[in-house]
Structures are given as structure tokens and as C-alpha cells.
């Protein structure tokens, strides 16, 4: 699949930026990637590679690196904006006096904004009002994709236009690219993995077996697709790449930031020593104390998320607190089957239930 009269702007210099623009220079784009400093731009404009991320992979040689963010964003039908959720307000921002509504932007980042707790796709609503919003999320370690691994994704956003133009930049014979129109939905699991990724590297240090991480999964499938629902996804999309297909290499992977962040704590490293370690920003760190926080204020039911907030800020041992949570109450598997106020009425009616 090629394009060679399409032209796509990145704004980002991260692994997945790379990637992305590399991906859709190989299709047959042209391609501007906008970042900051300055050595970086010039070993990827002289030597085709990003040293600080993705140090192994060929950059396809048409990319062209800039700190020139309106040169890089003249002329471009598609913009992925692959910043962190830290910086992303700002760059959108700096970036606005130079978009135009005819542009497609793509969000690539996994992520909430405290204030508001806004996702980063409306966050591009907000600052720009355009028409052709949309967001890409899925099972997508840059590394495996620039190393030509077999990779799909989600493009979702209401506006097919937008989705159509996404799958013809990037889709190739080793990175599917497929539709979905839940937005909301596919950016919420791209941010909620995040957490549980946390969690299982936390349980594979401290030597939990298959059943556990199985477990783990699951049930972190289920806190997801229930915190997302409460605040309007549709469930379906959580059996998707971007539920149930990206908690899954999240949680498996040693690629996974997220994941290594956990290991390290489950080792009794603090949060604070295992983020200096993994030296790239870790968005579920931050992203479970506004999950925390937004489950509490809506009364949504999520263990898991309030177990691993007190071993993140309260020190509680990592061991101590997979102890506390399988004491919780049985409740039901899948809620949308079968709903949790249920399983407690039945619970009820049980000989003796009255007096205990």
C-alpha cells in the first residue's frame, strides 16, 4: 500500500514517533518529524537512525527530522502527535498557529490529563475545534515494530474520513491498521493498561506463576472495560486490539516501560528508584492515581487500581497488598453477563447469611 502524494507530519522524536514516520515513508509519504534537539535531529537527518530510542533501526532516509514545527506541519494532510501526556497540551498549543481545519490529527499517546481528566484526543478537540480527530492505539512496542514484526493497530475516531486516510498512510504488509469508531473507548484502554502492566511486572518479581498472571489479566480486562463503560465506551471494544489485545503484551512483555517500572518494585526497589532506572516516562504511573481518584469520585469498583495506588504512594509491601486483594469479595466474571448486584442478592438468600 503506497501513497506518494500523501505528506505526514510527526511531532515527537520517541520510539513510536520514529516508528510511525518511518512506517509511512516506506509507504510512499512524505514525511516531517519535528523535535527538539538538536544532535538528535542531526544523527537521524545524517545517519538515518535514533540512537536514543530505537538505536538498531533504519530510518527510512526520506524522514526528515526539524525543530522547525511550521515547516513540518506546512502542507500535511495527517499529523500524529506522539508526545507525552505531560507535554502534549503544550506542544498542541505551540503547534495550533500553524494547523489548519482540512488536517487529520491522530493522537498516539497513552495518557490523561489530570485536569479535567481529559484524554488526549480532546484535548486536541479543546485546542483546535477540528473536524478529523482521531486517535491510534493497540499492541504496538516501537521496538518490535521496527524490527518488522508482524503488528496491528486501532485507528478510531467518528469520522471515517480520518480512518480511512490513516489506514492508506500506515497499513503494509507487517503493520495492519483497523477501524473503529469508539474513540473514547480506544484511547480509555490505551491509557487503563497502563496500570495493570504495573501490576504484572510487580507479580513476576515476586515469582507468581501462570495462574496468577492469568488472573491478573483477566481481571484487569474486567476493571477496565467497567471503569470505561461507566463513563460511556461501548464493552465490545475491550475484546479489541485495544483492550484486551493491548493489556495483553503490556502485561507480558519486558519491552512493556510500565511493566518494568513494576518488576522493579516488586523487588522492593521505591517508585521513585525504579523510574530513575527505566529513564523514558512510564504513563501508568501517573495514571493510577487519576483513575484512583475518578473511580472513587463516580463509585466505580476497581480493586486492583486501589491496591496498586497504595503500594505506589502508601508503601504498602507489593506482597502484602496481592494478599489483601484476593480476600476481596467473589463477585461475578463478566459483569455485562451477569451483574455483580446479583452475585451479592444470591449471596444473600444462603442459609445463615442473615447473621453473619
Known amino acids: 500500500m503506497t501513497d506518494e502524494h500523501l505528506q505526514v507530519a510527526v511531532l515527537g522524536g520517541g520510539s513510536f514517533g520514529t516508528a510511525i514516520a518511518s512506517i509511512a515513508a516506506d509507504?510512499?509519504?512524505r514525511v516531517r518529524q519535528w523535535l527538539r534537539d538538536p544532535a538528535l535531529i542531526e544523527q537521524i537527518n545524517r545517519e538515518h537512525c535514533n540512537p536514543r530510542y530505537l538505536p538498531n533501526y533504519a530510518i527510512n532516509p526520506s524522514v526528515v527530522?526539524?525543530?522547525?514545527m511550521r515547516a513540518v506541519l506546512q502542507d500535511a494532510e495527517v499529523v500524529f502527535i506522539a508526545i507525552p501526556s505531560s507535554a502534549f497540551s503544550a506542544v498542541v498549543r505551540q503547534a495550533r498557529t500553524w494547523l489548519k481545519p482540512?488536517?487529520?490529527?491522530v493522537s498516539t499517546t497513552k495518557g490523561i490529563r489530570e485536569e479535567g481528566f481529559k484524554l488526549m484526543s480532546q484535548i486536541l478537540e479543546e485546542e483546535t475545534g477540528f473536524p478529523h480527530i482521531g486517535v491510534l492505539s493497540g499492541p504496538n512496542?516501537?521496538?518490535?515494530?521496527?524490527?518488522?514484526?508482524?503488528?496491528?493497530?486501532?485507528?478510531?475516531?467518528?469520522?471515517?474520513y480520518t480512518r480511512a486516510r490513516v489506514q492508506s498512510a500506515l497499513g503494509c504488509d507487517y503493520f495492519r491498521v483497523y477501524a473503529s469508531n469508539d474513540r473514547y473507548g480506544v484511547e480509555l484502554g490505551g491509557a487503563l493498561k497502563n496500570i495493570y502492566a504495573i501490576a504484572a511486572g510487580m507479580a513476576a518479581a515476586l515469582g507468581m506463576g501462570e495462574n496468577t498472571r492469568s488472573m491478573l489479566m483477566?481481571?484487569?480486562?474486567?476493571?477496565?472495560?467497567?471503569?470505561?463503560?461507566?463513563?460511556?465506551?461501548?464493552?465490545?471494544?475491550?475484546?479489541?486490539?485495544?483492550?484486551?489485545?493491548?493489556?495483553?503484551?503490556?502485561?507480558?512483555?519486558?519491552?512493556?516501560?510500565?511493566y518494568r517500572v513494576g518488576f522493579a518494585l516488586g523487588e522492593n526497589k521505591t517508585l521513585e528508584e525504579a523510574i530513575e532506572s527505566l529513564g523514558q516516562v512510564a504513563e501508568g504511573v501517573n495514571t493510577v492515581s487519576l483513575v484512583r481518584e475518578k473511580a472513587r469520585r463516580?463509585?466505580?469498583?476497581?480493586?486492583?487500581?486501589?491496591?496498586?495506588?497504595?503500594v505506589l504512594f502508601n508503601g504498602v509491601p507489593a506482597r502484602q497488598m496481592a494478599q489483601m486483594l484476593m480476600q476481596q469479595e467473589?463477585?461475578?466474571?463478566?459483569?455485562?453477563?451477569?451483574?455483580?448486584?446479583?452475585?451479592?442478592?444470591?449471596?444473600?438468600?444462603?442459609?445463615?447469611?442473615?447473621?453473619?
Open 27 to 29: 509507504n510512499g509519504a
Open 65 to 68: 527530522a526539524s525543530d522547525d
Open 102 to 105: 482540512s488536517q487529520i490529527l
Open 141 to 160: 512496542l516501537a521496538s518490535e515494530i521496527a524490527d518488522k514484526h508482524l503488528t496491528a493497530t486501532v485507528i478510531a475516531s467518528d469520522d471515517p
Open 218 to 258: 483477566t481481571r484487569a480486562l474486567a476493571e477496565m472495560s467497567r471503569f470505561a463503560v461507566a463513563l460511556g465506551a461501548n464493552p465490545l471494544t475491550f475484546i479489541g486490539l485495544a483492550g484486551v489485545g493491548d493489556l495483553i503484551v503490556t502485561c507480558s512483555s519486558k519491552l512493556s516501560r510500565n
Open 298 to 310: 463516580e463509585d466505580i469498583y476497581m480493586p486492583l487500581a486501589e491496591g496498586l495506588y497504595q
Open 330 to 356: 467473589q463477585s461475578s466474571d463478566v459483569e455485562f453477563v451477569l451483574p455483580r448486584q446479583d452475585v451479592f442478592e444470591a449471596r444473600r438468600m444462603e442459609p445463615g447469611a442473615e447473621e453473619t
